[in-house]
């Protein structure tokens, strides 16, 4: 493909995103520049990077959002390229023009490029104008009486999405008139705290949608080609959660409409690096429908590197030096199949909740990819995303790589914090996922297990085990005097010790060496310094600490949501929206305040009928998880009509 020189890379991201990048750009002779905000001082990122510099606080306006601090850090390193990985400023036109306007290379397309497609509307009407299928819709006013008009033209169910979205944020399903002026004013505001803009689309609702997407990329030169199919369906409130490729059971007819489709547009625009044009494909009579285009490289794009063989950063970095792509589409090839499971910091069991703490221990199985965020003793904050790692498998055939997911799975200790590695194990074993047959409503209309009981004797084993094989002097030195003593006991006889496992719940179980059967101990990471120990179960893994000046094991307890009395937050987040004030009558179901965290929206409701007594925040406020946000009267004085 040519040489496209050396490039001083400054990366406007952060996480594994970051990471990634740096991968390729050293792999190509390029070196790099981490940029983090003071909770990632000592992120992974910021030590593999070949330079980093601070550029502001934890608050996102003032550090990966800013783009003066942005330019400023480049200006200051002498970067010569941005690459602005995903999310963030990465399909921002402006960056994109500020980037350039500094003297930089721009590591994406063309801004015009960005801005066209970062318009679900202008997206929508240049996708008509390339002949690509789209959804019967309406946006040509933003008034609500026009808007609620159109949706009573369409029909119900309805979708109001924000115009300037992504990654599911702005989009609500309507499914009766009563409910359409709730869902707008919440999709425009959400839109509007997310994207700076409240506009939005109403379109009509497939009932049975599947979420697929093209990968492709173009060169400056007017060359586009794809790279096949992602499968995008397993969603959980729009966020993608479980990715594979190819598309399984796809008819070819479809699946060659949704590769001319793609191509299409992408020349219709002129589009100059990697993309993805995603589409809903409507499951009952397989018709694909154009969903919006991302200019920026995604998050799942390693299934696409694993079964084509193709690096897509340095498609990305050859094409931003101004190379020609160098690919005809006749010369891309797949091989296999490929799974990305997303790891979370969320606890399924309570609605997926964003989970803190500190990844305490980790154990990576062998032969997978794995891109994160994370090592160990690294700290999850509630400042960003809850995605923490990808796992990523490869396998000969779909059913090879499900099956090589499961054991990685199996596999994966992580400890310290509570993650969603169990609920993928459920998840790749149901019956939608193994026929390969979801839509994006699977999650919404299926009940997620509870996680297996904790394994308290199972811990005390592990450590017990672990204590009574350690090896004494002589059994190390094989060839010295000591050696031949081994079967002989030199000290006295010392009985083993009980190790006492107390869970969450006060229960105790008390174990001894003498006890464990040596020939099947428990697979655990057991550290003997720290006196921890993490181990999996179905996908979940289990984390003990042995308390100071004791034999008892403890596992970590969940603190509560909340009380009868009051309304706690979850986790520590800021204070987006509050619905009530002192005296407000509430039934079950009311909102009371909305909470943002993790870059998610949550809101927290009423459990029952009561009589607001106090609201303890305002709009903005930074809380603590377990704070008292609005606290209740005696519920009998509340009006139950």
């Not at 609920?423 to 149901?430: A, G, K, M, P, Q």
């Not at 009530?580 to 009371?592: F, I, K």
Request: hydrophobic share 45%.
């Amino acid at each position: 493909m040519g040489d496209i020189g050396t490039m001083k890379i400054l990366i406007a991201n952060r996480g594994e995103i970051a990471r990634r990048v740096i991968r390729t750009a050293h792999r190509l002779g390029h070196t790099t520049v981490a940029v983090f905000a003071d909770p990632d001082a000592g992120a992974p990122h910021v030590e593999e990077a070949t330079e980093a510099v601070r550029i502001g606080p934890a608050a996102l306006a003032e550090s990966y959002l800013s783009i003066d601090a942005l330019l400023a850090a480049a200006a200051d390193t002498g970067a010569t390229a941005v690459h602005p990985g995903y999310g963030f400023l990465s399909e921002n036109a402006g960056f994109a023009r500020a980037v350039e306007a500094a003297g930089l290379v721009w590591v994406g397309p063309a801004a015009a490029v960005i801005e066209q497609m970062g318009s679900k509307i202008e997206a929508r009407r240049l996708a008509v104008d390339a002949d690509v299928p789209v959804i019967p819709g309406f946006d040509t006013s933003q008034d609500p009486a026009d808007l609620a008009a159109a949706a009573a033209d369409i029909g119900y169910p309805v979708l109001i999405k924000a115009a300037a979205g992504g990654g599911g944020k702005g989009i609500r399903i309507v499914h009766a008139e009563d409910g359409f002026a709730a869902a707008l004013a919440e999709a425009t505001a959400e839109g509007r705290n997310s994207f700076g803009d409240d506009a939005v689309i109403v379109e009509r609702y497939i009932q049975r949608p599947r979420h697929v997407e093209v990968q492709v990329v173009g060169d400056r030169h007017g060359h586009v080609v794809h790279l096949g199919t992602r499968e995008c369906s397993v969603q959980r409130r729009y966020q993608k959660v479980l990715e594979e490729a190819p598309a399984p059971n796809l008819p070819e007819s479809t699946r060659e409409r949704l590769h001319t489709a793609a191509v299409a547009l992408a020349a219709a625009v002129g589009y100059d690096s990697t993309g993805t044009v995603e589409f809903v494909v409507d499951d009952e009579t397989g018709d694909p429908f154009f969903l919006e285009m991302n200019t920026r490289l995604q998050v799942e794009h390693p299934v696409t590197e694993e079964v084509t063989g193709l690096d897509l950063v340095e498609l990305q970095l050859r094409v931003a030096a101004g190379d020609p792509l160098g690919l005809d589409q006749d010369e891309v090839r797949w091989h296999g199949h490929a799974f990305e499971a997303r790891i979370n910091a969320e606890d399924p069991s309570a609605d997926f909740r964003p989970e803190l703490g500190t990844v305490e221990s980790l154990r990576v199985p062998k032969g997978v990819r794995w891109d994160a965020a994370i090592e160990r003793g690294s700290v999850i904050s509630p400042f960003y995303d809850a995605m923490i790692a990808k796992l990523v498998v490869h396998g000969r055939d779909r059913d090879a790589a499900r099956s090589r997911l499961a054991g990685a799975l199996d596999e994966l200790v992580l400890g310290g914090l509570v993650t969603n590695v169990g609920f993928h194990r459920w998840l790749i074993d149901t019956e939608p996922v193994v026929a390969g047959r979801v839509t994006t409503r699977f999650l919404d209309e299926t009940a997620v297990p509870d996680p297996p009981a904790l394994d308290h004797a199972a811990a005390a084993s592990a450590f017990a085990a672990r204590r009574r094989r350690a090896r004494p002097p002589w059994e190390r030195d094989a060839g010295g005097p000591w050696s031949r003593l081994h079967a002989r006991r030199i000290t006295p006889h010392r009985p083993d010790v009980p190790v006492t496992v107390i869970g969450p719940d006060g229960e105790a179980v008390e174990v001894r060496a003498v006890d464990i059967d040596d020939t099947s101990p428990v697979d655990a990471v057991v550290d003997r310094r720290a006196r921890t120990v993490a181990f999996n179960v179905a996908g979940h893994t289990q984390w003990y600490r042995l308390p100071p000046r004791s034999e008892a094991w403890a596992a970590d307890e969940e603190g509560a949501a909340g009380s009868g009395a009051a309304i706690t937050s979850p986790f520590p987040a800021s204070v987006a929206e509050v619905h009530v004030g002192p005296g407000d009558t509430v039934v079950a179901g009311d909102p009371l305040v909305v909470v943002e965290a993790m870059k998610m929206l949550h809101t927290l409701a009423a459990d029952g009928a009561a009589v607001i007594d106090e609201v303890r925040v305002a709009v903005g406020d930074q809380i603590d998880g377990g704070q008292v946000l609005v606290t209740f009267a005696d519920a009998s004085e509340a009006d139950e009509d």
